[in-house]
């Protein structure tokens, strides 16, 4: 769980596990993302929304 | 600062007088310095017994004295303590299990009533739990509450239990005289026996004389003991070679680790002192093997252990709610003096300055304990949310409705935590879905902070909301500016903690976003906030409907946060849920008629108002 296996462009990773008597299974989940920076961008780009509003005095807007 | 500390110092003394001893017993307070390895975590003793007696007692008191006494008891003495009537059972399952109709059960009576309905059990245990009915559920659970009980009893039964020895086999097996022996004794003569075994299997049953006969009398009941050999609740043994796994008694025989039998004779000569109630001896042989048993550990696990002694026994978190009512009721008292209410307002921002200070040494207590963020379990964000809300009312400038705010959502908090939860022990290390203390510390301290503030602002607006009914000729003032810089405030610590979350995952799991339950619920409130202050921007929402929106905030934060719980799937599911769903439903339900009913009469008084 802890510690996804990396291979070329995909992710496998432990999602669940079946635990009985003499017989263990573990389940994987295999993921492959291209598109990750995407994320990074927009949430950088909320952030600093976030920032603005946060620190902006002049509230004139919202009264 | 001093006035705050000699505060302090006397609220401490007050609460700290320590129970008379009103056993015949010994005082035996020191045996809580035993560390334990339980459920993941070296805890003391201490911690151990209250947690476990709690479970069948649901007090934390055994006749006035400590739970150390109940499990003493138990362990040294387990024949006394099967008779003691201490198990509080639900009043249907003394129907179930034909008892006769009393406060309190001894564990003989319970053992007897459960045997009776073996086949029942067995049936149910194959079940899968959740499918189960109420009263299925809580024979089962009573089940396991005899059975983790039995284990406890027999952890020292190595010692306890006793051998009745003829002379011949005594002077056979080389022992001191005395009457009776114990299994520890027996073991040390193993070879002499194993031998004897031998010589025995090559004769016929008829060639056996009475010697032989009594090793084999004594073989069997040695066998039947070993049946005790796989309990290993009891992990009172620290590690050999700086490993980490610590040991119980009957794991140390089991696994012949002739080392550590020093420990168990000091414990045989601990429970002998204890039969013979002897203060002297019982104090030394006990400092002994404390010495002994912190002798290879650092020093920092004694001040854990014993920071931690102080923390059960003070018990904080119910000194908090008690000063927290004292400081509700002190500012709404109405006095006309000027006099007092100079005094009173002292008092109370006093109080509630100390509150601030234990709160924070609660959570920098916890975080030393536990060598993680204080918001590993849903209890732990529970005080922590409860923290932050006491922090934002400084923020916030401390004033009459904030102070009033404050305590009212403490008082709430700190009700739900002790009432809903483990309260003596409930520092408990959560086996996190990803063990990353690094990712764990900012993506649910950031989410806690967001709740925190989204309650207290939610709160606010409750206030306001009651503020616009009253006042004929209202006027939107500080309040309703103060209301806009929280919300702003948690929006972004919620969509930080979100973004933090969805990071962590992607570093995880290869994927940001898996619609999980507890991600939908934080993405509820993210939406929730983002609209409402874009509402506001663009003018489509006027200040009333706005200060409504944000009431429903409350509503929307418990059902991302504890609500997602009930529907146990998804990789947050944690937490103690199964008394709560009552009394979530029913604050959700009142939330609301509150909301409907004051904004209904707000809009029918003040048509125009509440329109422009």
Known sequence: ?63 | MYKIILNLLIIFIIYNINYINANDSININNLKKIPILNEGRIKPLDTFAKKNFLKINKNYEYKNLDSIYWLSELIFIPNKAYEKEIFKINKNLIKILNLKKKNYFSFNELFEALNQKTKQINKLYKLNYYNLSKSQKKLLNLHKKILNYLNISQSLSMINYKFDLNKELIEKLNLKKKSKFCYLDILKKKEILLNNIKIISKKKLSNINELEKNILKILNELSLLSKEKKNNILKIIPPINNKILWYSPWEIINQNFDNNIKYLIYWKKLTKEYNNKNQKNWDIILNKLINLTYEKKSKNLFYKIYIEIIYNKINLLNLLTYIYILILTITLLKTKNVFYINILNHIKKYLYNINTIIYCFIILTRIYITEKPPVTTLYESLIFVGFIITILTYINKINKINIILGCIINILILYISNKYSNYVDNINITAAILNTNFWLTIHVISITIGYGSCIFTSFLSHYHLLEIYKNKNFQYNNTYKNILKILTFALFFSFIGTILGGVWAEQSWGRFWGWDPKENGALLINLWIILLIHGKISNLLNNTSFIIGVCFLNIIIIIAWFGVNFLNTGLHTYGFIKKLENNIIIFTIVDLIYIIILSYIIYKKYKKKFLT
């Open chain 1, 1 to 63: 769980m802890n510690k996804p296996i990396k291979y070329k462009k995909y992710i496998f990773y432990q999602t669940a596990f079946i635990e009985k008597e003499n017989k263990n299974a573990t389940i994987l989940t295999i993921t492959k993302n291209n598109i990750s920076f995407i994320f990074y961008i927009s949430s950088i780009l909320i952030c600093i929304g976030l920032i603005i509003n946060l620190t902006k005095k002049d509230k004139k807007n919202y009264v």
